[in-house]
Nanobody
Framework: VQLQASGGGLVQAGESLRLSCAAS????????IGWYRQAQGKQGDLVAE???????NIADSVKGRFTISRDNAKNTVYLQMNSLKPEDTAVYYC??????????WGKGTLVTVSS
C-alpha cells in the first residue's frame, strides 16, 4: 500500500491550497481515509477524514475552511484548504484505515502559512 501525498507549499495567510493523496494497493472507497497534521513540537491531530460511506469528519479548528473529497475513479482523496492561517502550518499526512483497524500512512507534505 502506498499513499502519495502532494500539494503542500508556502502560502500567505488567507490563501488556499489543495492537498492530494493518491492511493495504490487499496481502494479509497473501501477504507476510511483522510489527513492528519503535526506542527513542530506538537502532537499530531486529525484534520479531516472520509468514511467508506462518504461521511466526513472535520476537526473543529478547520471546519468551514477545509473540505475533504474523494475521486473514486482516480483513487485519490483531496483536502481543499481555504482561508489558511499561520496556525495551519504543519506537516500533513495522509492516513487510511480499514475495518480491521489496520492503518497506513503516507509521507508528509509540508504546508507553511506566513502571516
Amino acid at each position: 500500500v502506498q499513499l502519495q501525498a502532494s500539494g503542500g507549499g508556502l502560502v500567505q495567510a488567507g490563501e488556499s491550497l489543495r492537498l492530494s493523496c493518491a492511493a495504490s494497493g487499496i481502494t479509497t472507497s473501501r477504507v476510511t481515509i483522510g489527513w492528519y497534521r503535526q506542527a513542530q513540537g506538537k502532537q499530531g491531530d486529525l484534520v479531516a477524514e472520509m468514511s467508506r460511506d462518504g461521511d466526513s469528519n472535520i476537526a473543529d479548528s478547520v471546519k468551514g475552511r477545509f473540505t475533504i473529497s474523494r475521486d473514486n475513479a482516480k483513487n485519490t482523496v483531496y483536502l481543499q484548504m481555504n482561508s489558511l492561517k499561520p496556525e495551519d502550518t504543519a506537516v500533513y499526512y495522509c492516513n487510511a484505515k480499514n475495518y480491521n483497524g489496520v492503518n497506513w500512512w503516507g509521507k508528509g507534505t509540508l504546508v507553511t502559512v506566513s502571516s
